[in-house]
């Protein structure tokens, strides 16, 4: 198959065009504040047709000083999608996603700009940002998209019994299912969370349905399932995909007729109970090559809803390692250098990798007597997208931003690359992110975003292409 047939893709409708040129026009660009000298923030500056001075006590800035940053920093335009950024002999510098900047240069949105010590994000819509901000409480940290993600679901919740969530691994999936439940009707009755991934071969339908005394050696005594548990709640079964297919088809009963027969009894007891699903797997295509039901796909399948990886939350990453850091020591700093360094990767463990990783980074930082965190103490490949090698960069110990003037990766000059030179790229690489990019001459991060907007499928163009 030729590359043009990769490059096919669905073309909407006209009123499809219509409502996103209508949402397009509405949209107010500008700069997100995500940090202020190592501590998280969130503060908007809308981008009119006219350029935007940056600097400490200008505008917004005005009650977010940054000491580091110069009185007349840089300025910003917004021009044609893409973001213009000029650099005024600043002190301490400019950066686009890792990368100084000197003179001026253009950024898409997505992209990630340091003023000093300050982070910001460059958005196409600041509208959410706005109306929404970040909601931080003990346990949970949400940003726009993941609050919008919420309010589905306690939509979905009001209306329905059952809800299927997808997202990738430690994107926050059984928090989500915990939202529907306490939406639902059933809110004050049980949450019970299975992991079908953890339970062991060959004991799913005990488990689940729960066993009679004598029913199989040992069971001296009855025992209650899951199911039985979950009575006058909400169930929630994290890794369906991985649920032993032998029980699949009493489950689907269960949930139809809400009759459960336990293993070893002649009756069945009335129960009910709403019904929360989630898998990181295509559970569509587990069923087109017949791995899971299909019967029960289509019963616990819809509606559904879909956790935004961290990547596209990127707001909620500096409340994140701040929490992080002061559960291991209260007190201890975050430096700038290691919020950039986590902003700008993958993560696709998610909430739950970053986690991991910036505990161990704050551990390290007190063992060896520091005042605060910063991305030297950050691991090697921590938050690496797992589908690309490792570069030589990222092989090394991520370090504080170099000097201003020196680059450490690819900048981009002028327009990005289009659909086409990228596609080829990818293929002349074998499907290689760094090598594509590096050809193109754009930042690795700035290509993953550039594949989203282009609507690039990765994993099809390896699969169709044999990249």
């Excluded at 006590?57 to 840089?74: F, I, K, V, Y």
């Excluded at 369906?240 to 293993?263: C, F, M, N, Y």
């Excluded at 990886?309 to 007190?331: C, D, F, H, M």
Aim: contains cysteine; charged residues 25%.
């Amino acid at each position: 198959m030729t590359a043009g047939n990769l490059d096919s893709t669905h073309e909407p409708s006209g009123e499809a065009r219509d409502g996103e040129a209508a949402a397009a026009a509405r949209a107010e660009p500008g700069l997100v504040l995500i940090s202020l000298s190592g501590q998280p923030a969130l503060a908007v500056m809308p981008l009119g047709p006219e350029p935007v001075d940056i600097g400490r006590g200008l505008g917004e800035l005005a009650e977010h000083p940054d000491h580091m940053m110069s009185r007349r920093h840089a300025h910003v335009a917004y021009r044609g999608g893409q973001f213009v950024i000029t650099d005024l002999d600043s002190r301490n510098g400019t950066w686009i996603d890792g990368v100084a900047v000197q003179g001026s240069r253009s950024a898409m949105p997505g992209a990630v700009v340091r003023f000093g010590h300050s982070l910001f994000l460059c958005v196409s819509d600041i509208r959410p940002y706005r109306l929404l901000g970040v909601r931080v409480d003990d346990s949970r940290v949400e940003g726009p998209a993941l609050q919008q993600t919420l309010r589905t679901v306690a939509q979905l919740g009001q209306a329905g019994r059952t809800l299927f969530i997808s997202g990738g691994s430690g994107a926050g999936k059984e928090s989500i299912a915990q939202a529907f439940h306490r939406a639902s009707p059933q809110r004050s009755g049980p949450f019970v969370a299975v992991n079908c991934a953890a339970i062991p071969e060959g004991i799913a339908e005990r488990l689940l349905f729960g066993a009679r005394k004598g029913a199989f050696s040992g069971a001296n005594q009855d025992s209650e399932g899951y199911i039985e548990a979950a009575h006058g709640g909400t169930l929630f079964l994290d890794e369906i995909a991985d649920l032993d297919s032998t029980v699949q088809g009493k489950l689907l009963r269960v949930i139809e007729s809400g009759e459960l027969l336990a293993v070893g009894a002649s009756r069945p007891r009335k129960v009910q109970f709403g019904v929360c699903s989630a898998t990181h797997k295509d559970l569509r295509a587990l069923v087109e090559a017949s791995r899971f039901r299909a019967d029960l796909y289509f019963r616990i399948g819809m509606p559904q809803v879909s956790v935004p990886p961290l990547r596209q939350r990127r707001e909620e990453i500096p409340w994140l390692i701040y929490k992080a850091v002061q559960s291991i020591t209260p007190g201890l700093k975050v430096d700038v250098s290691l919020i950039e360094a986590c902003v700008l990767r993958e993560w696709p463990g998610n909430v739950r990798e970053l986690q991991a990783e910036v505990n161990t980074a704050a551990l390290t930082a007190r063992g060896a007597g520091e005042d605060r965190v910063t991305a030297r103490q950050l691991r090697a490949g921590a938050g690496a997208a797992i589908s690309a090698p490792l570069s030589e960069t990222d092989a090394q110990p991520a370090a504080v931003p170099p000097k201003a003037g020196k680059r450490t990766e690819p900048a981009t000059e002028g327009e990005p690359p289009s659909r086409a030179q990228m596609m080829a790229a990818l293929l002349e690489s074998d499907g290689n992110i760094s090598a594509a990019a590096r050809a193109v001459s754009v930042h690795r991060t700035q290509f993953r975003r550039l594949l989203a907007r282009y609507n690039i499928d990765l994993e099809k163009l390896r699969r169709v292409g044999k990249v």
